[in-house]
């Protein structure tokens, strides 16, 4: 049964869209800038298109949750949201504040935007990933409180499921551990111990359990198996995700000025954390294997198989492969980092919010899938995405390994930037992979508008 109310995340899913393909151009700017150094400078320096990019990666892919949230609870729920006009209006305000905070970074030098935003007050800028203005932040609060907000009114007067159960957890979980962006005291070793409380435990605890209510949500509705067996599938990786996720946590004190046992929590659950993303994998394939159905959008099926592999890799192999405090010695803050970091997030977090946007978008159109000719140019935009991705990061890799080598180990270390020489060739690699990448989101555009016969189920 579809709910009026579920309307509202259209918006979300356009205005996240919207921001994927900024994110993209900036990330390719900042790509040509480690080869030609001087790229578009005064105009983007490095600083500024990185603080794009990473920015908008976070604020699309927040949008995507909250239109995710807002198109499944009502099916969850069997009732219409609380308020869908509050929904539409924070989605007005977060897309204008992100894209007042973007046009901040890129035409106010950074100190001065500080200077004016109130950063004296509650200093809370300059630290990577969290570079939003006060200002912003306490928008993303405001945000984040309305939704949650609507959220939880929803589910209190309607069923209460697992997946919802979850997905309010994970939800809260996001919102409270933003709070500690605030937090910025002097002590560099206390500051960077709090500041792992946002960036690791969204993106390796809470984000983990909203990947995991989405995926189980689209799952139920294109095969058809019992919610019961979803469920109980949803509950095994949600617990080894927390339980490994939040001790895990230590694999990021290790060099920080924290005691010496961070090493061995850090090393060992950490270590622990693929175990979730593997258990994801099998259960993806196994309830599309056990389909009582053949759902006719088989481009949100595909998404939603390449969700539970590309995480397992992403965040889990190349997780592990430099988690390990002896590795980590080596390798940490170099390329390998950034490798894991790409895959990671787009096989976790991208493609299970664009399997959500496939699965919903064609039924708030009229609906229940696209056209089989755009499902074909939906499922060509899912290789060139995903085949881009996994060269990007063996290219990244490669980079890394030789960066570990020429750098720390090697018996005559180079420094920092003769290092950067020597791995211009995968830069360039890279970039040409990222090329691909965002022909492969343009394909994906399009083919929302594509027309031609309607798919059969």
């Given amino acids: 049964m579809q709910y009026q109310s579920q309307a509202v995340a259209k918006l979300y899913f356009v205005g996240a869209l919207g921001l994927f393909v900024a994110q993209i151009l900036f990330g390719l700017v900042m790509g040509l800038q480690y080869v030609v150094g001087d790229f578009l400078f005064p105009a983007i320096p490095f600083n500024v298109a990185r603080m794009v990019h990473t920015n908008a990666l976070i604020v699309w892919l927040l949008m995507g949750f909250m239109g995710s949230t807002y198109y499944l609870l009502p099916e969850e729920a069997e009732t219409e949201l609380y308020s869908p006009a509050l929904a539409k209006a924070l989605f007005w305000i977060f ?3 992100a894209g007042l905070t973007v046009l901040g970074y890129l035409f106010v030098p950074y100190a001065t935007l500080a200077r004016m935003t109130g950063n004296n007050l509650i200093p809370t800028m300059g630290r990577e990933f969290l570079e939003q203005p006060l200002i912003t932040k306490v928008g993303i609060v405001i945000v984040a409180l309305g939704f949650l907000f609507n959220v939880t009114m929803t589910m209190l007067k309607g069923r209460k499921t697992a997946i919802s159960l979850v997905l309010a957890m994970g939800l809260w979980g996001l919102a409270l551990m933003f709070l500690f962006s605030f937090y910025n005291p002097d ?16 993106v390796e605890g809470v984000w983990e359990l909203i990947l995991g209510a989405i995926l189980a949500f689209v799952l139920v509705k294109v095969t058809g198996v019992d919610r019961e067996v979803i469920e109980k599938w949803l509950y095994v990786i949600i617990t080894l995700t927390l339980i490994t ?7 990021h004190y290790y060099w920080i000025g924290t005691p010496e046992y961070w090493q061995w929590w850090g090393s060992v659950f950490s270590a622990l954390e693929p175990i979730p993303f593997f258990a994801m994998t099998v259960f993806a394939f196994n309830v599309v294997n056990r389909r009582r159905r053949e759902h006719p959008n088989r481009a949100a099926t595909l998404w939603a198989l390449g969700t539970g592999v590309m995480a397992f890799l992403g965040a889990g192999v190349w997780g592990f492969l430099h988690t390990l405090a002896p590795v980590n010695y080596y390798t940490h803050g170099t390329q390998i980092t950034a490798a894991h970091g790409h895959m990671a997030f787009y096989g976790a977090y991208v493609m299970v919010v664009i399997t959500m946007i496939s699965y919903a978008m064609p039924i708030l159109r009229g609906r229940a899938a696209n056209s089989n000719r755009a499902q074909v140019i939906e499922m060509w935009s899912f290789w060139l995405m995903t085949i881009s991705m996994v060269f990007i990061t063996l290219f990244l890799t490669a980079a890394g390994i ?6 720390r180990v090697s018996t005559t270390p180079m420094s920092f930037m003769e290092a950067q020489g020597q791995l211009t060739l995968f830069y360039w690699l890279r970039e040409g992979t990222g090329l691909v990448f965002f022909i492969g989101l343009v394909t994906y555009l399009t083919s929302f508008f594509t027309r031609g016969e309607e798919a059969a189920a």
Avoid: C, E, S, Y
């Fill in 95 to 97: 897309l204008v504040a």
């Fill in 187 to 202: 002590n560099v070793v206390r500051d960077k111990f709090f500041w792992w409380w946002v960036v690791h435990l969204w």
């Fill in 245 to 251: 996720g939040i001790i895990g946590t230590g694999h």
């Fill in 402 to 407: 030789l960066q570990v080598w020429l750098q």
